[in-house]
């Protein structure tokens, strides 16, 4: 099984909302990712978690809150979002690092009103 | 600076052409190399990767890429498109612990 499930697939929040991004993979790996992807752009790496602890964090802001319950899942907790936050939120995982391949989920695409 | 380039924002070609995407980097040292496919509102698949070893890297979906240190690249091949491989392609490279992107390339083939 090398499949990354993201939910919700859509999203649309005010301003504000608070709401949650949920990542979960089965693989066994120890590093997980948020990206934030606009339209037309490449993903922008947001925060790395490897081995349950936030080990890279972009300079997101706070109104963006990642947890890490356990080695499957990852959250995106969201709170007083602006309109340019809408974008194509996706999670990855790896089995250890960046430099080993990232499995990448669907996506959410987040609109915020 | 450390940077991956891929020169072409744009590309179409024909349904049943050859196809090269191309890819550039500029590091210092042999970097990991990976190949990207992102179909519309999708998530990203791995094409293909090259860490060390034979510099031409057969991926799946029919696509290959070769690997030229000389050149610092990495383009990604296809001998004959089909119409599902139109789609958003991203090269992206490893060093250092970094893993940067590549702007895109997206692909548009003709019937």
Redesign the interface.
């Known amino acids: 099984d090398t499949e990354?499930t993201?939910t919700p697939k859509h999203l649309v929040m005010g301003m504000t909302n608070k709401k949650s991004l949920k990542c979960e993979q089965h693989m066994g790996h120890r590093a997980m990712y948020w990206y934030k992807q606009k339209a037309?752009?490449?993903?922008e790496?947001m925060f790395v978690y490897s081995y349950e602890k936030l080990s890279i964090n972009e300079s997101v802001p706070s109104r963006f809150s990642p947890e890490c319950p356990n080695s499957s899942l990852l959250n995106l907790h969201l709170h007083a979002l602006q309109p340019e936050d809408s974008a194509?939120y996706?999670c990855?995982s790896s089995l250890k690092?960046?430099?080993d391949?990232?499995?990448?989920?669907?996506?959410t695409?987040l609109t915020v009103l | 600076a450390q940077s991956v380039t891929q020169p072409d924002i744009h590309i179409t070609v024909s349904e049943g052409a050859s196809l090269e995407l191309r890819c550039n980097y500029s590091y210092g040292a042999t970097p990991?190399l990976?190949w990207?496919v992102q179909s519309p509102?999708?998530?990203?698949?791995?094409l293909l990767?090259y860490f060390s070893g034979d510099t031409l890297v057969q991926g799946i979906k029919g696509f290959e890429a070769e690997f030229k240190r000389s050149q610092s690249s990495f383009n990604l091949r296809k001998p004959s498109v089909h119409w599902s491989d139109a789609a958003e392609y991203?090269c992206a490279v490893?060093v250092n612990?970094?893993?940067i992107?590549?702007?895109?390339t997206?692909l548009k083939v003709l019937a």
Do not use: H
Not at chain 2, 41 to 46: M, N
Not at chain 2, 101 to 104: I, Q, R, V
């Open positions: 990354v993201q037309k752009k490449p993903p790496l194509l996706l990855a690092d960046r430099l391949t990232q499995y990448f989920g669907p996506g695409r | 990991y990976f990207y509102g999708q998530g990203l698949q791995l990767k991203f490893g612990r970094q893993y992107f590549g702007t895109g997206r």
